[in-house]
């Protein structure tokens, strides 16, 4: 079975600073795809960035980014210049397609703040 | 704009009543997945389903069911609510185009079950 490992409960960052949440999983597959979601107080699921495991090249979205290393099977979220707007849950999630459709697989998450 | 919303928001019932909550998608997709969110569990998959007449059950099903009489709709009902079922319920939709693929989420339902 497939398994995400956050071992982060909580970060701190200050505004416009740089933080790096990190995660791996554990899979035999070779077709899958990573996610990063972030979850505000309003409690809304939100797509952050997806990574393609097929893709060598590391997905970005603006300010986030993500360094994929499939051999060590880690995916961490870099977030640069961050806002106070970024402080939330995020969750690394972990979905391959069996043979019908994708379901995916949470980490417990990590708790970002962000301080003055 | 497609969307996928979730009803009610907020939910208060008593041990042992049966509650079923909606959700209902509009961007036309095969699959559909109802979630748990428990501290320091992240979110665990409760049921799914590919399409129409099909459901699935997911790592925490007991005491739960689903059934898919259309595309749009997954109700998820709780035969005879427990305290341990008091949580913080999500559901979600994918496309299926047969590779692996995105879930969008609704806005989550709050259940107190006392």
């Known amino acids: 079975a497939q398994t995400v490992t956050q071992s982060q409960p909580e970060m701190s960052v200050q505004e416009a600073e740089t933080v790096t949440l990190s995660c791996t999983y554990d899979?035999?597959?070779?077709?899958?795809?990573l996610f990063w979601y972030k979850q505000p107080p309003s409690r809304q699921m939100i797509l952050v960035i997806r990574?393609?495991?097929?893709?060598?090249q590391n997905a970005t979205e603006n300010r986030f980014s993500v360094n994929f290393q499939k051999a060590a099977k880690s995916f961490s979220l870099k977030i640069s210049d961050s806002q106070l707007g970024d402080a939330a849950m995020y969750f690394c999630a972990y979905t391959s397609y069996t043979g019908t459709a994708s379901k995916l697989t949470f980490g417990t998450g990590t708790r970002l703040q962000v301080t003055l | 704009d497609a969307e996928i919303t979730q009803s009610p928001r907020h939910k208060i019932t008593e041990t042992g009543r049966q509650v079923t909550l909606a959700c209902h998608q509009t961007?036309?997709?095969?699959?559909m997945f109802w979630y748990r969110q428990d501290l320091g569990h992240g979110l665990r998959l409760i049921h799914y389903s590919y399409g129409v007449h099909d459901t699935n059950k997911g790592e925490v099903s007991d005491g739960y069911s689903v059934s898919r009489s259309n595309t749009e709709d997954l109700p998820l009902t709780l035969e005879s609510a427990a305290s341990s079922q008091t949580s913080v319920y999500f559901c979600?939709?994918?496309?299926?185009?047969?590779?692996?693929?995105?879930?969008?989420f609704g806005p989550g339902t709050r259940l107190t079950v006392l």
């Open positions: 979600a939709s994918s496309g299926g185009s047969g590779r692996p693929d995105t879930q969008y």
């Open positions: 990574q393609e495991a097929y893709k060598q």
């Open positions: 899979t035999s597959e070779s077709d899958y795809y």
């Open positions: 961007w036309n997709h095969n699959n």
